[in-house]
């Protein structure tokens, strides 16, 4: 579906605390490079973004799913809020050939206006190219929209950042030599600059391996910052990697004023890997932002001009920020604001205040945890904390986990899923339950499959009771029997909605959806459904959400389905696991003269399942017994899962599935029924197990 201005949708979500924004610009995984000023307070954040393009996560092989990438390019207003008013709700994905595996062999920053730079090997050195916001190469910038820069030495690490005057800044680092480029906002050498723009560096040490984050400062000289080996022998004896910076002179040689003999070695025990982004104060100090030890958080430290550490910053120079969980600890690229403020981005951007403290204008502008979702249908998943979620537009899936969450579910038939007690409870001493505020009865619903209760009641015995309090403002839906932890499920919704809350819309098991004896086209929905295909060759998706799926009689085509928020990578360890269960022999089976053999396409392996254990199957095998033979046909691409005896009815089972699973399906994917004396279903003898 296009906009009203012709752009694709953007299906992003956006989390915000104290000082803190984090933008999920698609569905897929994301990463944060670059940060940038504009003159007007605004923030120019870029990176990447990969969708699954080819295949699917779980498919056979080495290989199992490609990947298209883009770069990003989202604005930020000075409050961390996303600026409406830059390409689409303040997020630009531009189109690029990017592949995941890959990020060693680019590098990539954004500009003031929002067009992107890359540099990456190629023309004979490094190729640098810029891009407009549609994808595009832009031609004003070098030859075509590439400028060649020619590396005199043998590289290993590159960075590239702009200025908001328009210049760019290429390094590249070897193992004993480091050269940073200035191109001017043509992609023309900077003549001011090095040697036609071009300034080589010699720095003590080994560079064996490792980044590379360089900052050219006013003066002429510049700081980098890597991996640095030292040896027993000294820094030029390669030994154990330690993070260093290194200041340069405008020539290129170690300004000696700096540190101990022009560097500054960090203590291991602080976790400083080779990933690190450096920035310079007005005042000429120094910021340098990376991993720590905890690979939870990552530091931030702040040096004065000659290399010591800034005791007015966090009291000795030295943070550690926490990262939200699952995200990564490290940071891309820093900047310092005209106030002072100071920018770091990682796949959370943070903004500190002048002494360390966050900046608590930026992002959450009340103090507390916010997850929003786009117009699209969003799946929303909460940390362990009190958040506020908002669906907004879009049929979505909000889950708080832990906390005591606030969720909004906005336009749309909305789910609000809990996957645990503790996800909303209270118990003895403290309360813990998460509020629903915009409910809408005839169309909105609460998954509670996952917790074992079996339907309205007194609060006792596995039901759950509805309560409202005395004036009619909020109605509860409880559970009055502690688990072993001493907590009791609850559920607050705003309003009063004793008459309106029922098996409809509270659903305890998983729905139920049949089909007729004829051919259907069955789509299931973001709830895990049991689908019924029944008689007919019908086409089955499950949809999004962990589905059981029994197509019946029929050459039936299947699919498990997924959910968007959640492919490639998973979201928080949570995938859709989808079930294909066989209950008859005649479900699926070919005969001498003719096939009604199921094809089951996005099968995920290590996720999905096929349950065979109703028709006394216990295992791959040559095909006899209780056993299935699994073969590869090259030709159609599919693989079958076959028993080569006929019954009675001269049917043999058989089940298809899309590639080459001979390598890749095992027992776990599979529920086989326990060996023991059983009857096949739908065949004529018996057969004793072994």
Do not use: C
């Amino acid at each position: 579906m296009a906009s009203t201005d012709s752009k694709p949708t953007i299906d992003y979500t956006v989390r915000t605390g104290p000082g803190t924004v984090q933008v999920d610009p698609s569905t897929g995984a994301d990463q944060t490079w670059s940060i940038i000023l504009q003159p007007d307070g605004k923030i120019l954040v870029g990176g990447e973004s990969f969708q699954t393009a080819i295949g699917y996560p779980g498919s056979p092989g080495d290989e199992s799913y490609g990947t298209r990438g883009s770069f990003t390019s989202v604005r930020l207003n000075s409050d961390g809020s996303l600026d409406s008013s830059f390409s689409q709700d303040g997020i630009a994905l531009v189109p690029a050939s990017l592949d995941p595996e890959d990020e060693a062999y680019y590098v990539m920053a954004v500009q003031a206006d929002g067009k992107v730079l890359s540099a990456q090997p190629g023309l004979g050195g490094l190729k640098v190219e810029r891009f407009n916001l549609d994808g595009t190469l832009d031609t004003t910038f070098g030859k075509g929209g590439a400028a060649a820069l020619d590396v005199p030495i043998s590289t290993d690490g590159m960075a590239i950042y702009a200025t908001a005057d328009g210049s760019v800044y290429v390094s590249a680092r070897g193992t004993s030599q480091a050269v940073v480029f200035k191109l001017d906002s043509s992609g023309t050498p900077a003549e001011n600059f090095g040697v036609d723009g071009t300034l080589v560096l010699n720095p003590t040490g080994y560079y064996g391996t490792g980044n590379i984050a360089t900052v050219v400062q006013p003066d002429g000289s510049v700081l980098l910052g890597s991996w640095l080996y030292v040896g027993s022998e000294g820094p030029h004896d390669p030994g154990d990697p330690v993070y260093a910076v290194q200041r340069l002179a405008a020539d290129g040689n170690l300004d000696t004023t700096f540190g101990v003999d022009g560097v500054v070695y960090f203590d291991t025990a602080l976790g400083l890997d080779y990933r690190a982004a450096i920035t310079v104060q007005a005042d000429g100090k120094l910021i340098i932002a990376g991993e720590s030890s905890d690979n939870t958080a990552f530091n931030v430290l702040r040096l004065n001009a000659d290399g010591s550490f800034d005791t007015s910053f966090s009291e000795d120079g030295k943070l550690t920020i926490q990262v939200p969980q699952g995200e990564k600890n490290y940071a891309h690229s820093a900047i310092v604001q005209p106030d002072g403020k100071i920018l770091i981005a990682g796949d959370v951007i943070t903004r500190l205040n002048a002494d360390g403290s966050l900046d608590t204008t930026f992002g959450s502008q009340d103090g507390q945890y916010h997850l929003d979702g786009s117009s699209e249908a969003n799946h929303l998943i909460g940390n362990d904390t009190a958040e506020i979620i908002r669906g907004l537009g879009g049929d979505d899936v909000l889950q708080g986990a832990g906390g005591r969450d606030v969720l909004t579910g906005g336009d749309g038939a909305d789910i609000f899923r809990f996957s645990q007690i503790s996800d909303s409870y209270r118990t003895a001493t403290e309360t813990g339950s998460d509020r629903i505020l915009d409910f809408d009865a005839s169309q909105d619903r609460v998954d509670l499959i996952s917790l074992g209760f079996t339907g309205l009641g007194d609060g006792h015995n596995g039901t759950l009771a509805i309560q409202a309090n005395a004036d009619g403002t909020r109605t509860y839906l409880k559970s009055f029997d502690a688990d072993v932890d001493g907590q009791r499920f609850e559920l607050a919704f705003e309003g009063n909605l004793t008459g309106q809350l029922n098996s409809n819309n509270l659903v305890f098991t998983a729905p139920t959806v049949e089909g007729t004896a004829g051919k259907d086209v069955i789509t299931g929905s973001a709830m895990s459904e049991v689908i019924y295909g029944l008689a007919g060759n019908d086409r089955i998706d499950g949809g999004r959400g962990s589905d059981v799926i029994i197509g019946g009689a029929g050459a039936d085509l299947l699919s498990g389905g997924d959910d968007p928020n959640l492919s490639v990578y998973g979201r928080n360890g949570i995938n859709d696991a989808d079930v294909f269960r066989y209950t008859a022999a005649s479900d699926s089976y070919r005969t001498d003269s003719q096939s009604f053999v199921d094809l089951i396409v996005r099968f995920a392996n290590n996720n999905d399942k096929i349950d065979v254990s109703a028709l006394g199957y216990t295992g791959f095998g040559d095909g006899t017994g209780t056993t299935l033979k699994m073969i590869y046909n090259d030709d159609l691409d599919r693989t079958y899962l076959k028993d080569v005896e006929a019954d009675a009815q001269g049917h043999r089972f058989e089940i298809a599935l899309t590639g080459d699973w001979t390598l890749d399906l095992r027992n776990s994917d599979m529920i086989f029924a326990q060996a023991q004396e059983v009857t096949l279903v739908g065949m004529a003898s018996e057969a004793v197990l072994g």
